[in-house]
């Protein structure tokens, strides 16, 4: 049996390594592959994915990570002058924890670096097989801008978030729900490069073979979703369930996992959409699919029968259908617990703690508080070991396990403990969000608002507004309108702060009281 990683790839992660092994197989010249992301773990599993492939082929992989902007500028140079090698992986990704000043230092090396490689580009066609350029998300327009001709003829580029996004659900001030609705964002999709594809695709695809087509559409509509553009994304998916449905009835070992990924696609596409019913239809046929593929191949479909599950029960869930909500979670829990048991180094820790997570909601949804507590503190725990090895992965989820549990003992008549959890979850992101505010200033946000909740049942609610209200200040620069992806937070925010201070009799803070008019509907927006 192969070396499990040490860390855990992200879903994104694992779909980038799934193409580029596939790119191997048959590309013999020249490929360049542009990654961006600020988890150095997800770009360490990729690096050794693809050199794991390449040492198959027995062919050859040089990695280049420079630790020095200086010395990042002087890899053209050691690329060019070096023997030719099949794959040269040029990365640095600092991480998370990389701000200040420094930044520009970093900016400026790439783009004297790309500009360099673009001017060579003739050179590094003749004298590499695959280049793979490694940056953070920041970056991602520098470079593209400083080698507009190697843009143009990239054949990959993969943007890796660091975790799960969150959002909080309907209930604002009760419950902070993980997504494991299915509710997809992905934090670094570039709009105008996906309307530049949509355009290509149909002359893309014209010469290729109905299921290579399926497969590019399927892509696009993956990206379609990511981009916050549900509607065209659930009409491509739902063209696809249907090919893949006949094809499936003629030959079920083969195209049998395609339906059912593609069905559970197009329940998350319904589910953004509010069209829950729909939604939910979509989650049971693909875990129908799938509880059929895992009693012929238990190894290679439990973890996808595990996750349809946990789907499934946010989906009943939304429907108020809470009882039947609880045992598909208890079952998602029990199969992730199997998966755990079953692989080494914990490879499925993250999902049990994801599932036991949900699974306290459930039970908190149907009063049954004290073993709603349990769950999620067992949840905690498994945060807490996870985010001590990898924090810049797993700090986000931890914040979100100290919310739930804030909640939870709230529910229980302890809120100094609830207070002391959801304080604790606060001051996690904060931290995160001083190092990537584009990224974590929606999560804070929403840590703010569970600090609110707690504070409201506490029976303190000058501090529950405080906190509500910086929540909605957080947000808003980020989520002004609506229609933005943001814009639900901001909306649950402001009602929670409406509530508050109506139930107290507090005045609102007199610079969000026209903001709540506007997101609320008792003004115009713009006014």
């Not at 490929?31 to 599993?45: D, G, M, R």
């Not at 673009?118 to 695959?130: F, K, S, T, V």
């Not at 191949?297 to 429907?319: H, T």
């Not at 490879?347 to 459930?362: P, Q, S, T, Y």
């Amino acid at each position: 049996m192969s070396q499990e990683p040490t860390f855990l790839p992200s879903l994104e992660t694992e779909r980038a390594a799934t193409r580029l092994e596939r790119h191997l197989e048959w590309h013999k010249g020249f490929w360049l592959a542009y990654v961006f992301t600020i988890s150095p773990p997800q770009a360490h599993i990729l690096q050794e994915r693809v050199g794991a492939k390449l040492r198959g082929q027995g062919r050859k992989q040089r990695v280049l990570r420079p630790q020095t902007p200086q010395a990042l500028e002087a890899v053209l140079s050691d690329v060019l002058g070096a023997p030719r090698a099949d794959c040269v992986w040029v990365e640095s990704v600092r991480g998370p924890g990389s701000s200040g000043p420094e930044n520009a230092t970093w900016c400026d090396a790439w783009t004297s670096l790309v500009l360099r490689a673009n001017e060579r580009r003739e050179l590094l066609r003749d004298g590499l097989g695959g280049l793979v350029l490694v940056a953070e998300p920041s970056l991602k327009g520098a470079i593209r801008d400083a080698g507009p001709d190697l843009w143009s003829v990239r054949q990959f580029v993969f943007e890796l978030p660091p975790s799960e996004r969150v959002q909080r659900g309907s209930d604002a001030l009760r419950e902070t729900i993980i997504r494991a609705d299915g509710r997809s964002t992905a934090p670094f999709v570039d709009r105008e490069l996906l309307d530049t594809d949509m355009r290509l695709v149909s002359d893309a695809v014209v010469e290729q073979d109905p299921i290579t087509r399926a497969k590019i559409e399927e892509k696009l509509a993956m990206r379609l979703a990511s981009a916050g553009r549900h509607r065209d994304a659930l009409d491509a998916l739902s063209g696809l369930v249907e090919f893949y449905r006949a094809l499936a009835e003629e030959h079920p070992d083969e195209y049998l996992p395609d339906l059912a990924r593609t069905r559970g696609l197009r329940g998350h596409a319904l589910a953004e959409l509010d069209e829950h019913q729909e939604a939910l239809r979509a989650a049971q046929e693909a875990l129908d699919a799938y509880r059929e593929l895992v009693e012929g191949r238990p190894d290679e479909f439990l973890p996808d029968f595990a996750r349809s599950l946990d789907v499934l029960g946010a989906r009943l869930s939304n429907l108020g259908r809470h009882e039947d909500a609880l045992r598909a979670t208890q079952e998602a829990v029990d199969a992730y617990r199997k998966l755990n048991e079953r692989w080494p180094k914990a490879l499925f820790l993250h999902e049990v703690a994801r599932a036991l997570d949900n699974l306290g909601i459930r039970l908190s949804k149907l009063g049954k508080r004290e073993e709603a507590l349990r769950v999620t503190q067992e949840a905690l725990e498994a945060y807490r070991g996870l985010a001590e090895q990898r924090p810049d992965a797993f700090l986000p989820d931890l914040a979100i396990a100290l919310n739930n549990l804030g909640l939870r003992l709230s529910d229980l008549g302890r809120p100094e403990e609830a207070l002391q959890a959801a304080q604790e979850a606060v001051d996690t992101v904060r931290g995160l969000a001083e190092q990537r505010p584009e990224v974590f200033l929606p999560n804070l946000a929403m840590t703010m608002g569970a600090l609110g909740s707690v504070h409201a049942t506490a029976e303190r609610p000058a501090d529950a507004l405080d906190a509500i209200a910086e929540g909605l200040r957080l947000i808003l620069p980020l989520a002004a309108h609506p229609s933005h992806p943001l814009g639900t937070l901001a909306i649950n925010l402001a009602r929670d702060l409406r509530q508050v201070a109506r139930a107290a009799k507090l005045s609102v803070p007199e610079d969000l009281v026209s903001l709540l008019d506007q997101l609320l509907g008792d003004q115009p927006l713009g006014t």
